[in-house]
């Protein structure tokens, strides 16, 4: 485990990064939370201004259209975005800390010149590793890649519980191009939207904005040069992203901890039982204050996480913390705060069921939380 002093002050530039960007989700997304919510559908001009405020690209470094910052920076934007939404928040992350990261660290330049434009300017990407036998025992896949004369590749297969796959033109498809090799097979390529042989199948009925879909490959085509990383490489690709990625759940987490917290505040002050605010009340108040203490400790846990990545160090112990400790700190706030609206907490015309609802999904995507404990357990154990 890194040793490094906690760095998780936030500098100046930093806190005002955070807050144009909650400020952006306040004005343009909170508005449009339950209706995105019932219609199951993030509408594409709100995606356009994503873009335009530079949040899809954000580690892309200038010269490729992004925004050269940090993994620390994408953090806090998707912190921000997920206390008003977490759906809008898991398309941002899913771009960035997964597709985006993949691309920074394993593309050709060629690759890089050719997406990285796109995937800071209009184009959504998608990550696409797990199906419906292969989940935490992801390199199990039933996908095949064969290759074919003159190097291209042909992939077959069927992956599931694809986010944004709705919305994506760019899919980081995994699939096993030797399985006698077993997870050394696994190789990582680049399907774009519209190439012959990839279909976006059924759409998952979760009741949420974020689209999570199956992806059919029949005789999907695709070039040599859209290998990403080497065949035969592509487990290193995926566990390298997705040790990044785990911070990004994190950061949706204690984000959809804080908007439900925020709820709850205010809401504990306005509503008045045996004549006054039920915030007067000290069980209230130390539910809250709990709550609070609990979720500052999450924060403290992400943000090391982030700033040990950014700083070139070990990682994966405080990134598997971080992201089982978030997940289940965000599961309690969000149940307190339906609890603390009483029965209008269990109705649709107020947001804390739906944030209880989303925070459910921290303890099982990009690693349940049993496969977090491993990570830990293996580091102290051996
Ligand atoms: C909304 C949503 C979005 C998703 N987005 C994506 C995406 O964009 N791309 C993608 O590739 N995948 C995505 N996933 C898939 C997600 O990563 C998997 O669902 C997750 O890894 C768990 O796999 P599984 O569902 O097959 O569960 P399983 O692996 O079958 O696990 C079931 C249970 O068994 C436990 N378990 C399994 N193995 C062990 C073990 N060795 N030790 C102890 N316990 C174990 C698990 O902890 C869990 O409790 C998404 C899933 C959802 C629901």
Same mark, same amino acid.
């Given at each position: 485990?890194?040793?490094?002093?906690?760095?998780?002050?936030?500098?100046?530039?930093?806190?005002?990064?955070? #807050?144009?960007?909650?400020?952006?989700?306040?004005?343009?997304?909170?508005?449009?939370?339950?209706?995105? #919510?019932?219609?199951?559908?993030?509408?594409?001009?709100?995606?356009?201004?994503?873009?335009?405020?530079?949040?899809?690209?954000?580690?892309?470094?200038?010269?490729?259209?992004?925004?050269? +910052?940090?993994?620390?920076?994408?953090?806090?934007?998707?912190?921000?975005? *997920?206390?008003?939404?977490?759906?809008?928040?898991?398309?941002?992350?899913?771009?960035?800390?997964?597709?985006?990261?993949?691309?920074?660290?394993?593309?050709?330049?060629?690759?890089?010149?050719?997406?990285?434009?796109?995937?800071?300017?209009?184009?959504?990407?998608?990550?696409?590793?797990?199906?419906?036998? *292969?989940? *935490?025992?992801?390199?199990?896949?039933?996908?095949?890649?064969?290759?074919?004369?003159?190097?291209?590749?042909?992939?077959?297969?069927?992956?599931?519980?694809?986010?944004?796959?709705?919305?994506?033109?760019?899919?980081?498809?995994?699939?096993?191009?030797?399985?006698?090799?077993?997870?050394?097979?696994?190789?990582?390529?680049?399907?774009?939207?519209?190439?012959?042989?990839?279909?976006?199948?059924?759409?998952?009925?979760?009741?949420?904005?974020?689209?999570?879909?199956?992806?059919?490959?029949?005789?999907?085509?695709?070039?040599?040069?859209?290998?990403?990383?080497?065949?035969?490489?592509?487990?290193?690709?995926?566990?390298?992203?997705?040790?990044?990625?785990?911070?990004?759940?994190?950061? $949706?987490?204690?984000?959809?901890?804080?908007? +439900?917290?925020?709820?709850?505040?205010?809401?504990?002050?306005?509503?008045?039982?045996?004549?006054?605010?039920?915030?007067?009340?000290?069980?209230?108040?130390?539910?809250?204050?709990?709550?609070?203490?609990?979720?500052?400790?999450?924060?403290?846990?992400?943000?090391?996480?982030?700033?040990?990545?950014?700083?070139?160090?070990?990682?994966?112990?405080?990134?598997?913390?971080?992201?089982?400790?978030?997940?289940?700190?965000?599961?309690?706030?969000?149940?307190?705060?339906?609890?603390?609206?009483?029965?209008?907490?269990?109705?649709? #015309?107020?947001?804390?069921?739906?944030?209880?609802?989303?925070?459910?999904?921290?303890?099982?995507?990009?690693?349940? *939380?049993?496969? $977090?404990?491993?990570?830990?357990?293996? $580091?102290?154990?051996?």
């Amino acid at each position: 485990m890194a040793t490094t002093a906690a760095l998780t002050a936030l500098s100046e530039e930093e806190r005002l990064v955070r #807050d144009n960007v909650y400020e952006f989700a306040d004005r343009e997304i909170r508005q449009l939370v339950r209706e995105m #919510d019932e219609h199951a559908k993030i509408p594409r001009p709100l995606i356009d201004k994503l873009f335009a405020l530079g949040v899809m690209g954000i580690e892309i470094p200038e010269r490729y259209g992004g925004g050269g +910052a940090s993994f620390f920076h994408a953090v806090l934007a998707v912190e921000a975005l *997920s206390r008003v939404d977490p759906s809008i928040a898991v398309l941002v992350d899913v771009q960035n800390t997964l597709v985006v990261n993949a691309f920074l660290r394993w593309g050709t330049d060629e690759q890089k010149q050719v997406y990285l434009p796109r995937l800071a300017s209009a184009s959504v990407g998608a990550y696409a590793l797990s199906e419906a036998g *292969s989940g *935490s025992d992801a390199f199990a896949m039933a996908s095949r890649a064969a290759r074919h004369a003159g190097g291209e590749w042909v992939l077959n297969g069927r992956k599931l519980w694809i986010t944004n796959a709705l919305e994506a033109d760019v899919f980081l498809v995994f699939a096993n191009a030797d399985p006698a090799a077993g997870h050394r097979g696994v190789t990582a390529f680049v399907v774009e939207r519209g190439t012959i042989g990839l279909t976006v199948g059924k759409k998952e009925d979760k009741i949420r904005a974020s689209s999570t879909c199956e992806l059919i490959l029949e005789d999907c085509r695709v070039p040599a040069a859209n290998v990403l990383g080497e065949a035969g490489k592509g487990y290193k690709v995926a566990i390298e992203t997705l040790n990044e990625g785990r911070i990004g759940i994190g950061a $949706q987490m204690i984000g959809l901890a804080r908007g +439900a917290l925020d709820h709850a505040i205010k809401y504990t002050r306005e509503r008045e039982q045996f004549g006054k605010p039920i915030a007067s009340f000290q069980a209230v108040q130390h539910q809250i204050a709990r709550a609070a203490t609990e979720l500052e400790a999450a924060r403290l846990l992400v943000y090391n996480a982030a700033r040990l990545r950014d700083a070139g160090q070990p990682f994966l112990t405080e990134a598997a913390m971080c992201k089982i400790f978030a997940s289940e700190v965000a599961e309690r706030i969000t149940s307190l705060a339906v609890n603390l609206y009483g029965g209008y907490g269990f109705v649709k #015309d107020y947001p804390v069921e739906k944030l209880y609802r989303d925070a459910k999904i921290g303890q099982i995507y990009e690693g349940t *939380s049993n496969l $977090q404990l491993q990570t830990i357990a293996k $580091q102290l154990l051996g």
